[in-house]
């Protein structure tokens, strides 16, 4: 995969504002922490709902044997992973999960970063999710802790693959978060701004078979999060 994680966060946009198409031009493994903290929008037809990102998986570049595009495979579901950066890639797992991606990076360098996990902002978000995800939903997990429960409580499926994330008139986008990654508007006390959590990085979920590149720390999420699909308390280290 090209490029380093980066630390830079949010801090240069406004709370709200759409996040710009420059915002994508970088590799998976830089945008996967950037994106934690983001704001995930989707409009449905029972309202808006708006989340907050807090955990993702960074896949990218033709050497990652954990990436769909791994050797320069280009199929038709990949294809979108060899577009440029700013774009929805959901694909369908064992017949009925769907997966929302985000495609980073120039076009032809495959890269995308898996969105594993989301809050919502507020109950009104909250409600409208669990009215999609029902009993089911009893803990924060059990909401949008992993790739399937979150496209199923936000109602992202294969009708918004390709969607146009940095577009206002878009069914699916994101929005920045409150400056820098996660942080609240609340003050902390003492009238400073309340510090951002800390990040985990730890080893992708569920890819055995990515060889070498199974264990590399390219998950990352906000430590003690509620709603983080899977806590590491073995591998994951302090990013």
């Not at 809050?119 to 924060?140: N, V």
């Not at 569920?206 to 070498?212: F, L, M, T, V, W």
């Amino acid at each position: 995969m090209t490029g380093q994680p980066g630390k830079a966060d949010s801090a240069s946009f406004q709370a709200g504002e759409l996040l710009p198409l420059s915002f994508y031009a970088v590799s998976a493994l830089e945008a996967a922490p950037r994106l934690l903290g983001q704001v995930l929008v989707r409009e449905t037809a029972e309202g808006t709902i708006r989340c907050r990102i807090v955990e993702t998986e960074s896949y990218g570049g033709i050497e990652d044997k954990g990436s769909h595009a791994y050797g320069g495979r280009r199929t038709a579901r990949t294809e979108i992973m060899f577009g440029e950066g700013g774009a929805a890639y959901i694909y369908l797992i064992y017949g009925m999960y769907h997966c929302l991606n985000v495609v980073t990076g120039p076009p032809d360098d495959p890269q995308a970063v898996l969105i594993r996990a989301v809050e919502p902002l507020t109950p009104g978000d909250e409600a409208l999710m669990r009215a999609r995800r029902g009993s089911r939903a009893r803990r924060p997990v059990d909401l949008s802790g992993g790739p399937g429960k979150l496209c199923r409580a936000l109602e992202i499926d294969k009708s918004l693959n390709g969607a146009l994330l940095h577009r206002s008139d878009s069914p699916l986008r994101l929005e920045a978060g409150w400056p820098g990654p996660g942080r609240a508007p609340e003050a902390a006390p003492g009238g400073e701004a309340a510090p951002p959590p800390a990040v985990i990085a730890a080893p992708r979920i569920n890819i055995a078979y990515a060889a070498e590149y199974a264990d590399l720390p390219w998950r990352f999420y906000y430590r003690d999060n509620p709603y983080v699909s899977v806590i590491d308390k073995e591998r994951g280290v302090p990013y």
